[in-house]
Structures are given as structure tokens and as C-alpha cells.
């Protein structure tokens, strides 16, 4: 494996420096402690505010960020991009693996030469847990836990429900959707339920859960074919923004049902709270907001790589939280 990876670098490393030149990186000086921040992609309304986290954190510390990352969400490219900056050389790692499996197995070069490493957002597997020093983001489970329970508030007595996630295989996004499911079956999360057939009077659609595969227009798209397909549906449960990021598209979707959205006949739950999504649970497009701080995560990532590079220990876990957002709160949610 890490021969192909090497020989694919050779070849395409000149793909991972015009990405991070195109997110507006430059390579710090040799003078200066150099912490990578490697995101899925560095096109996306998340990624965004972790670049400012890591900009503001860096410039706090009079240390270096090196924000890097696809222009687009392949597990491939980032690989490319983890071992361009293995081979670059930085002082420290901070990583949102798009596959955990393929990121921790070139990980181990870098735990191997002493660099330290951080992952937020995405998680490496229990078993790769610990080429990495601490987890930094959102406890992706109660994320999840937290989207179903505006949905069981509404429909206490259950319905059919279709879940939309990013793409199969992401840790962070697999725990959610299990959070949802755990909590619209009235389960413990040690008896975990791999799929709603009539627990607590839940169950899932035929077709779902759905895989966008971090397709914006995908998304929105996929949604309205649900929500056509299925004229009943009691609750939709998208574990992240991505069809509000197509607020046009979003808005005809839901629009066909918009009488049922206002009864709570049929009940709509997003992760995220970006202002693209904002103004359509103004409108009552959508009853629930669940959203991260991928700002802190940007920040915290430098923090903690800086005490780590210190010699100093940081907690296994830092819990960057995440904010709720309803119709009425829409004005001023996640702007406090």
C-alpha cells in the first residue's frame, strides 16, 4: 500500500499543492513549528470556519497552519494529500479522515517518526485509536440522538422514517445515524438497532438510508425523490446539511408538502446550522437544526498539537459541542 501511495505521489503531488495553493495555503517557514490541518475537501461550508480556527489558533501561538486538503471529497486525493505533507515534513498532524482505514495506515509513518497527531470531526477506528493523541469534535452518537428527539417530541407513537447520511463508511456520520436509530427505537446504545423494522413504532423506508456522497445537488435531489415516493412519510433525518445547501431545490422539494411540514405531519431534522440553512427554518421548511463548531475544531486542532509538541498531554477526548436550532431561533442561532 504505501509503495502505490508513493508512486502516486511522485506523480500526483503537483494535484495536492494546487489544492492547498486554491484553499489559499502557503508552506510556513522552516523557522516556524508547522502544524497540518487536513480536511476532506476544502470546498465546503465546513471547512471554511476550520481554516479560520487554525489561522486564529496559529497566529495566537506564533506557530504556523498548513490547511490542506481535496477539492473535492476522495478518499484517494486525501491520501495523496497526507503523504505530501508527510513528506514535506510539519511539526504536527491534525486530520478529518474521508476513510479512517487508508488514513491511519499512512498515519503510522508519521507515529513512527514522532510527529504527533490529532484527528477532529473524523475519527480513526477503535483499533487505530491510538496512533492519534485525542479525538477533536462533536460526540457524533449524541449528534445523532439529539436529531431524533425533536422527531419522537413530534411522533410519539412512531411512523416511517428515511435517514440521510454522506458517504458509506465515514465513522463520524455511521455514528449518528446510529444515534438516531438507537434513540427513535427507545434503545440503549449498547443494544444498538442496525436498521428500523418496527421498534417503538419506527421503521425505514425501502431505499434508506440514502448515501449523497457529499453531493449538494445529489442531495437535494434524493430528497425530493423520497418525499415523492413516499406521499406518508412521518420524518425525514439528514445527519448533515447537504441538501440545504440547495436552498433552491431544497425549497421546491418541500414546498409539495409544505401543509404537512406545518402540521408536523411530516417532520424535518438537519445536522448543520451554516446561513445557508438558516433562512429556510425561518420558513418552516424544516423543524430542527443540529449544528457543529468547526471553528473550534480548527483552533483546537493547533492548541493541542502545540502542547503536544511541548511535551505535554491533552485529554483523550475534546468535546467541541454543538448548538440547536428551532424556527423561532433562526435570526440568531450559532451566531452567539
Not at 481535496?70 to 498532524?93: F, M, R, Y
Request: hydrophobic content about 40%; some cysteine; proline content about 5%.
Amino acid at each position: 500500500m504505501t509503495g502505490i501511495i508513493n508512486r502516486l505521489t511522485l506523480r500526483l503531488a503537483a494535484t495536492a499543492i494546487a489544492a492547498a495553493l486554491a484553499a489559499g495555503t502557503t508552506v510556513a517557514p522552516a523557522s516556524a513549528e508547522t502544524y497540518a490541518v487536513i480536511v476532506k475537501t476544502v470546498n465546503d461550508v465546513f471547512s471554511a470556519p476550520v481554516k479560520e480556527g487554525c489561522e486564529k489558533a496559529a497566529k495566537d501561538l506564533g506557530v504556523e497552519c498548513y490547511y490542506i486538503g481535496p477539492s473535492e471529497v476522495n478518499e484517494a486525493q486525501q491520501l495523496q494529500v497526507i503523504n505530501d505533507v508527510l513528506t514535506k515534513g510539519v511539526d504536527g498532524i491534525a486530520v478529518s479522515a474521508t476513510n479512517p482505514k487508508s488514513a491511519a495506515r499512512l498515519l503510522e509513518k508519521a507515529k513512527a517518526a514522532g510527529i504527533p497527531i490529532v484527528t477532529f470531526d473524523g475519527d480513526l477506528l477503535q483499533e487505530d485509536a491510538g496512533l492519534r493523541s485525542t479525538f477533536i469534535g462533536t460526540d457524533n452518537y449524541n449528534f445523532g440522538v439529539e436529531l431524533a428527539k425533536k422527531v419522537v417530541e413530534y411522533k410519539p407513537k412512531g411512523g416511517t422514517v428515511c435517514i440521510q447520511t454522506g458517504t458509506a463508511g465515514s465513522l463520524n456520520l455511521d455514528l449518528r445515524v446510529q444515534g438516531i436509530r438507537d434513540t427513535l427505537a427507545n434503545v440503549s446504545k449498547d443494544k444498538p438497532v442496525k436498521r428500523l423494522a418496527g421498534e417503538n413504532g419506527w421503521t425505514e423506508v425501502d431505499g434508506c438510508p440514502i448515501y449523497n456522497n457529499d453531493n449538494i445537488s445529489l442531495a437535494a435531489q434524493q430528497m425530493n425523490d423520497v418525499l415523492v415516493a413516499n406521499p406518508k412519510l412521518d420524518a425525514f433525518v439528514a445527519v448533515g446539511g447537504w441538501a440545504q445547501y440547495a436552498p433552491s431545490a431544497y425549497r421546491q422539494a418541500v414546498g409539495r408538502v409544505k401543509d404537512r411540514v406545518d402540521s408536523k405531519d411530516l417532520v424535518i431534522s438537519f445536522g448543520d446550522a451554516f446561513a445557508p440553512q438558516l433562512p429556510l427554518l425561518k420558513d418552516g421548511l424544516a423543524h430542527y437544526l443540529v449544528g457543529q463548531s468547526p471553528y473550534n475544531m480548527g483552533y483546537k486542532s493547533i492548541e493541542a498539537l502545540h502542547d503536544l509538541k511541548q511535551g505535554k498531554t491533552v485529554p483523550p477526548y475534546i468535546d467541541t459541542g454543538f448548538v440547536k436550532c428551532t424556527p423561532d431561533m433562526a435570526d440568531t442561532c450559532g451566531k452567539n
